[in-house]
């Protein structure tokens, strides 16, 4: 049997929810989205004024027999403006913003700097990330405040006695300098409409006020317990040594006056005042080599943004200092090949993804670096007729080795937001600490987290960092240089060239072939936003060589005919958390947080 997912809309206001039942043994989503499913189309009036999409029409899936993610999605369709992330009081924090008529950059920075309080293992002042922006009047650009290595980086300060260390991913030597708070008073200062202190008003009142700690924090708390303790976080986080526990009113006073100094100075108060003084004492007291200097230094870029097309739908994604926006297109790229792609539960479908998402991986990672530091083949990576040659070596029936390499994945945490506004401007975002709580550091005067970036240079050329990841010379530790990441914010036009998608995802190396699968689930498999998250997931990244895939998410057919192909298969309990927004049929927005995650969807 195969579980079917289709829709039944229950509309409350003008929101869908979404519900389950029970279906003999497995559970089956019974009521996804009115406005993007094919049979409800039919009956969805246009909204005013709306755009409408021009994709086909949407098809009613078919999942293999064992596909049961923890939950079922919860689209929430509204009239407006959409904001999706991975914490309900961060995107309520953007819907908040947008009701007083900030744009859909004022509400990103809000969400970003929420998240900074109310999702802790991966909201950051102390890390990094990206931000693509397309404005309505079609004005695009990307936004680069990804950490940088500090001046007194070395290359192989992560080797001692010959062996690679951990302390490229626990302690103060871990930290790059942090990115996100110079990256998004950039991006509000030139794209928003607000001013800092009026978008980041939300966060300082959750940090004032506290929150509810729920059941997910407690346990990504439980989780990182050991990482926790070996610093100052331990006394906010895991009173008498426990995690904080489910109900508790979370206040975090040192946290609330660091984003009040920000809101009343400006970033100068980071980099250059009290703030960048209590990191550096923090690094000193915790080993790590973060100046004064550094952070004054520290500066946010803004790129042009990688452009490709895939089937007449057209991509913003992001440029290196990121590998996100050129690994996706050079995936895509491959696979237009294909006139039509195989059915999407078939072996043939996942023997072609692995494949291009293995050729483009090699690529990744030993083309790719800093292009402050090293010169990127952009051009070539993301021309079609590299990537025909490419495609042209696939073979039917057999999956190509690569050099091998085994290696352990770690936990790890990052996040995505989504972003919408009613006049059609778009952000996409994707931020990180690392590994859940970074480096473990926690900069107690301040109330936040330090970042374990540094792990994602190549600490050792050729060997793999904890994400499993094999990166060449290109990406080496060098004073300065930001490291490569694979973080994929994306937004997608449909054929007529209005505004379609907003996401992305966090998971290491699986964002860039996680995005590009809920992309593809709509393009190709003509899905419904909420089938194409709740949709089993795959990755493919060269080394090791496996074919990881989510546990029951592929049938046993497809597993017995990819093993005859020569694929080491590798079931994980989940890939990728995504969180998108896209314009359904008739001109509402939809919203979908990751199923396999916490989060919300909040529109108007
Ligand atoms: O920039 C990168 O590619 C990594 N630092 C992202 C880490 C990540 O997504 C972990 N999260 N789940």
Redesign the pocket.
Known sequence: MKIRSTASPRRSGNRVQASFRKLGHSVMGIALVAAVSATAGAQATTVAGKERSTRPPVVDMSFPEGWAPKHVPVPVVDDHAMVVSNSRLASAAGAEILKKGGNAVDAAVAVGFALEVTFPF?GNIGGGGFMVIRMANGQAVAVDYRETAPLAATRDMYVENGKLTRKSTVGGMASGVPGSVAGMAAALAKYGTMSLHDVMQPAIRLATEGFVVDSATSRSLGASARLINQFDGAAVFLPDGKPLQPGTLLRQPKLAATLRMIADKGPSAFYNGPIADEIVNQMHKDGGIITKQDLADYKPIFREPIVGTYRGYTLYAMPPS?SGGVTMIEILNQLETWKKLPDFNSAEYKHILAETFQRAFIDRNTKLGDPAFVSNPIAMLTDKAYAQRLASTIKPDRATPPPAFSVAAEA???THYSVVDASGNAVSTTT?L??GFGSGVYVAEGGFFMND?MD?FASEPGKPNQ?GLVQGEINAIQPGKR?L???SPTIVLDPSGKLMMVIGA????T?ITGVAQVILNVIDQHMSLADAMYAPRMHDQAWPDELTYEAGGFSRSAMDSLTAMGYKLHPVNALT?VNALMRAPDGHWVGVYEPRSTGAAVGY
């Open positions: 991966a990121s790890m945490h990052t990180t690392n590994s970036e994602d994400f490291m990441s694979a973080m966090a998971g290491g190396p964002i958390n």
